[in-house]
Structure formats: C-alpha cells, structure tokens
C-alpha cells in the first residue's frame, strides 16, 4: 500500500491538478522546514516540475547547521581541560556535527589531535560505549529537534533507572515552532508552512496549530514521499485559494493530533526551555532544550564550563543563514560548487545531509 | 534531522526491539512507545522507534484523494 507514495501515476495526477489549481493566481510561497523535506523536493524535481508561480523555500531545518560555533569549540574545551586534569572523555556524537566547521576547526580536527571522538548513529551507541568503559566518562554532545530530544530524554530515564555516572550529555537540542515564529515575526514571507513530518510525530499537529491561530497562515503536516509533498503543496495551495487558515494532517499514517504523549512527557521529565542561540540566525525566544536543575548531574557543563571567545559564525560570503531563513537559494551564494563542496566544506549547510547546500550538491539541482 | 525510515518489529526484549528494516535487522530502542508488539511496523529515529505506523490510515488518505480526483476531474 505505502508503495503508492512513491507512485509515479499518482505524483503525476497530483501534479496536474496543482496546475489546474494554480492558474491565474499570484505567486504562492510555501516553506518547509526539514532536511529530509528538501531531499524529497530536490531528489524527485519538485521545483523544476510545479507551475512557475508555486514556490518551495527551505527553511531552518538542518538542526546540525544551527548549533552555535560557541558550544562546539566550548566541546573542544572541554576535551582539553579534562585531559590537563587528567580525565579523559569519550566524546560521542552523529557523523554530520563530526564535520561541522568552526573558525579553530572540526570535531574531526580534535580526533586528528589525538582525542577520542567517536561517530554513534544513536545515543543508545553512546550509552553502550559507557558502559563498556565503566573508568573513562562518556559525554554525548547532543544536538536535534524535538524527533532527536525524544531519543535523549528516553535514555537519560535508563541512565538515571541504572544510575550510570560515567555518561553525560552536552545538550544542543532546539525546538522548531519557535523558530518558524522568529522567522514570521522577522518578516519572511510565505503563503503555507509544510510542517516537518517526524517532528510533528512528536509533538503532534497540536504543537503546530498556534501558528496558525496567531498568524492565520495554513498548515500541512507532510510525509517524505514526492506524493506527499505534492499532495501537501496542493491542499495549501486549495487552503490559500479559499482564504481557509487550518491545519492539515497529510502524514496521518503516523502522526496524531496529540502526538507521541509518551516522549512529550519525558521530554519535559528532563527538559526546561529557555532562549537559545541558532547559528547564522542569532538568539531565538524560548527555543531550546536544556536539562532541568534537578537533573544538572547529566550534563556535562556542570563539571566543566571553561570561557570560548566570542567567534564568527560563517566564512566571509557564506550565504547559509539567508538559505537558513528561506531568503535564498544554494545556487545563489558564491561559494556553493566552488570553493564550498561536501569535501571541503566552507559553511555548515553544505555539512549536513540535511543541509540545503549539501543537498542541492548531491542531487545536482533541478531548478 | 526528520530521517527516519520504517521497519517490522520481530523480536522485544524489554525496551530494546529488534527491527526487520526490508532484510536487515537492527537494535531498536522502544522506551518511547507503550504499546509495541511483535509484528507491528515502527518509525525508527536514531536508533529509538518513535512511533507505530498505521496502514490503514495511510490507504484511508490515498483513497479520500482518490475520490477528490474523480470528483473534480470527473474521471
């Protein structure tokens, strides 16, 4: 059954009728802001193949592009200073935040100096990596929306039920309405808002709806197959069309009204949210995730906290953070395909798999 | 980060699942579901399944689509 999602009839039905639908209007704007959307997009043609008013902007949603330079090279730090102390740390993280540059370097460049620093493709590796080396302490930076923070908080319950002590995090976790807030409130204009699918598996089509209450701006809670991106561009362009501001669950399959209650309360078991820096798009009201007092024992910056100086946050020209916020395009910046390609990257969004940049390299970009 | 891909569960031991991803079978952290049973298809994130997936929701929406189609485009 689901293999119809992927179903070239269906996509080409679909396509026709956001044709029909979109004759004769104006320009319609609609912005996602996942990763994993821009792939179906870029992947599948998407752009090359909608009528020329129906635009898709990619917005925020490589959460590994958006970790501040400060709490990376703060890592770094951190790795230094126990080592003078003579502790060494296991630092753990995913194969993406690994590559991430900085003005004084990688992740990878800290391994090559001769510190442990290890690729896990889930937190539960890391907690396995703990636990296999019971005298080193393990420290899982952490960074992800809402779908990664759920995974954290499910194990910090393991680790705090066993009472492991040899692991702690660095949490970098970033919630992701508040960001679509920012960027309205900022004045980047869109028409629609395709909500991004496995978040909304978490915090449902209830965490999403405000937006619409407040800003009366239509929703669609998206799939990651071309027909679900199509039927979603085609439900916000007949929602836009009949001037209806609502929200619409596309992706029911998996995601409910209420969301996944079981992760939201470990979430907020863990979790408190305070104002939190977004890298190239500066500080966001009430958009990050950080371990509540009771529990400061998991995280590592309640050992070590050493000072990072105030650093750039891209390379002079990078256009990531105008990409990030939905203002331009890969192709526009001067760097992307030149100086900047997945091998020497100059800016985060070419790092990530999830980065626009990264994307637009890979598939070769149907415009 | 929304990649997360569907696989069949095939095996529960406590909070760990092992999950049948077309052929390959992988560790599979099941602490955020309550109700996960043998033979249930899951959405796996980062090693943690965070959702169940619901087929006949899904053949629900293609089918209300279909009828939209024949409707407006009288087919």
């Keep these: ?367 | 980060m929304c990649l997360a891909i569907p696989g069949k569960v095939v095996e529960i031991k406590g909070n760990v699942g092992i999950v049948d991803f077309g052929g390959i079978r992988r560790e599979v952290r099941l602490d955020l579901l309550s109700d996960v049973k043998v033979g249930d298809y899951v959405i796996v994130h980062t090693g943690f399944a965070i959702e169940k997936l619901d087929e006949r929701r899904a053949r629900e929406i293609l089918e209300a689509w279909e009828e939209v189609f024949s409707v407006i485009g009288g087919e």
């Design chain 1, 1 to 367: 059954m689901l293999e119809k999602f992927g179903d070239k009839a269906v996509a080409q039905k679909i396509l026709e009728k956001i044709k029909e639908e979109a004759k004769g209007i104006e320009e319609l704007r609609f912005m996602h802001v996942c990763g994993t959307h821009e792939d179906t997009v870029t992947r599948s043609g998407i752009r090359s193949l909608l009528p020329e008013n129906v635009k898709i902007m990619s917005g925020p949603g490589c959460p590994v592009c958006i970790t501040p330079v400060e709490d990376i090279v703060k890592m770094m730090e951190i790795m230094k200073v126990a080592r003078e102390e003579r502790e060494e740390i296991i630092l753990t993280t995913f194969g993406d935040m690994y590559r991430i540059p900085t003005p004084i370097g990688s992740f990878a460049d800290l391994k090559s100096q001769g510190y442990d620093v290890r690729i896990v493709y889930s937190i539960y590796d890391s907690y396995k990596i703990a636990k296999e080396n019971p005298d080193k302490l393990v420290v899982h930076f952490s960074p992800g929306f809402e779908t990664t923070a759920a995974p954290t908080a499910g194990m910090l319950e393991s680790i705090v039920e066993e009472g492991l002590e040899n692991f702690k995090i660095y949490s970098v976790h970033r919630l992701t309405p508040p960001a679509v807030e920012a960027l309205l409130n900022a004045g980047t204009v869109f028409h629609g808002l395709i909500d991004p699918g496995h978040v909304s598996t978490i915090i449902g089509v209830k965490g999403w709806a405000y937006l619409t209450e407040k800003f009366g701006i239509p929703q669609v809670v998206a799939g990651f197959e071309p027909v679900d991106v199509l039927l979603g561009i085609l439900i916000l362009i007949r929602l836009v069309k009949r001037g209806e501001a609502k929200i619409i669950n596309e992706y029911n399959r998996v995601v409910k009204w209420e969301g996944n209650v079981k992760a939201q309360e470990l979430i907020w078991k863990y979790f408190e949210v305070k104002d939190a820096k977004w890298r190239a798009l500066g500080v966001i009201p009430r958009s990050g995730l950080e371990l509540k007092k009771e529990w400061k024992e998991l995280e590592i910056r309640t050992y070590y906290n050493p000072e990072v100086p105030k650093l750039p946050d891209l390379e002079k020209g990078c256009l990531c953070g105008a990409v990030l916020r939905g203002l331009a395009l890969p192709t526009q910046c001067q760097h992307f395909g030149k100086t900047c390609t997945p091998r020497h990257p100059v800016g985060p969004c070419m790092v990530s798999y999830e980065g626009t940049c990264h994307i637009f390299y890979k598939y070769g970009a149907l415009m």
